[in-house]
């Protein structure tokens, strides 16, 4: 649609991005795998990752996992949020690789993988202190025997996740425990385990600190590739670039008013009660996108003395006071994004995509 938001994403930096963190990890002995659910798995975003030397994919979604198969990718690909016992048949059908810890699920992914005549690889996810998903440490020798009588599945590894609900975050010494336990299992069941996961972008700075244990051997990357930012260490990755993405929406309304509204304040449009600070009468724009089209605490104006002052579902505010730079209708406002902006716009059928780099700029509606 003529002057719908266009989210801009220029694929060479996404390439670029991909090879930095695949050579770091590679000098390491650790494989990295590219993962799409940021962006809604976006198959001309996961070529640019392809091209940059990933060693495998990784989704937590299974419709995205289909219609990446159903685009031709080849590569081999983990399921990354474990999965549901109802849909087991499928996770065996078009995944290699899934992580799980629930052993009843664990038995219905073998059932399904003996009547697809396929085996079924798993990474046991374990808890080193973050909890969200993984079985507690004291538990992963039990684990690991309940379900190695199973013919279709393979235990290919532990892995552990961070910095997701606790905001834990990766270190020597819970890497340390993971790569112990590993060791554990491999002894306790006589097997040899393939892969010990790391974690994902929060682990790159230990890969810098050169304070990964040894044994670690693959990350699962997203934020970090696509915009070179880490938020649970709270910074910007220093030798990976930051605008690989852009949102742009059109300015539909200029004009200077009250900071302040009139009248008895109720709720706003979300059942807020809203509140505002009296900076007398400021220069204001509304561009049009709002919070259906995109999380807003999730984007940021490129031109850093403009400020958001709110949005409703379809309109955003826009202090623009102190911006040297001529705002006006018909014109165009630009953002940086932040994972949770990223993860919005790249579903949303209100914004356009637009890929620079590569073949030249094309458009597609994803
Ligand atoms: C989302 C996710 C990742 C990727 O995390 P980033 O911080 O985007 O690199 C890795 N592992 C699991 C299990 C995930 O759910």
Redesign the pocket.
């Known amino acids: 649609m003529q002057g719908s938001p266009i989210l801009e994403i220029d694929l060479d930096k996404i390439t670029f991005n991909t090879s930095q963190v695949v050579e770091r990890c590679h000098r390491k002995g650790i494989e990295v795998i590219g993962?799409t659910?940021?962006f809604s798995a976006i198959h001309q975003i996961v070529s640019a990752m392809v091209a940059g030397g990933i060693d495998g994919l990784a989704d937590?979604r299974m419709e995205n996992i289909v219609e990446l198969r159903e685009k031709g990718f080849t590569q081999p690909i983990t399921l990354?949020?474990i999965p549901r016992l109802s849909n087991v048949m499928k996770v065996v059908q078009y995944t290699d690789t899934s992580?799980n810890s629930e052993i009843s699920v664990i038995k219905a992914l073998a059932q399904a993988a003996k009547q697809l005549g396929k085996i079924h690889r798993i990474i046991l996810m374990v808890d080193v202190g973050d909890l969200r998903e993984g079985v507690l440490q004291e538990n992963v020798l039990d684990m690991a025997k309940r379900f190695t009588s199973f013919k279709e599945i393979k235990l290919i590894g532990l892995g552990t996740?961070m910095g997701c609900f606790g905001g834990i975050l990766p270190s020597s010494n819970n890497l340390g425990v993971l790569v112990e336990l590993g060791r554990a299992v491999e002894n306790e069941l006589n097997l040899k385990l393939e892969i010990i996961s790391g974690g994902?972008?929060?682990t790159l700075l230990l890969i810098e600190n050169e304070q990964v244990p040894a044994g670690v051997n693959q990350l699962?990357?997203?934020?970090?590739i696509l915009l070179g930012t880490d938020t649970t260490n709270n910074r910007k990755i220093p030798w990976l670039h930051h605008d690989a993405f852009h949102l742009r929406a059109e300015v539909i309304e200029v004009k200077s008013k009250p900071s302040v509204p009139t009248g008895i304040i109720g709720r706003d449009a979300f059942g807020n009660i809203p509140e505002f600070e009296d900076l007398g009468v400021r220069k204001r724009a509304i561009v049009s996108m709002g919070k259906q089209d995109v999380n807003i605490k999730g984007i940021h104006p490129v031109d850093e003395s403009l400020k958001i002052m709110g949005a409703s579902s379809d309109h955003l505010i826009i202090d623009i006071e102190d911006s040297e730079h001529e705002v006006k209708v018909g014109g165009v406002i630009a953002f940086s994004l932040a994972y949770s902006g990223l993860l919005s716009v790249s579903d949303s059928r209100y914004v356009r995509k637009l890929f620079k780099g590569n073949c030249g700029p094309t458009t597609n509606t994803t």
């Open positions: 993962v659910k940021g937590s990354l949020r992580i996740n994902g972008t929060s699962r990357i997203g934020e970090g």
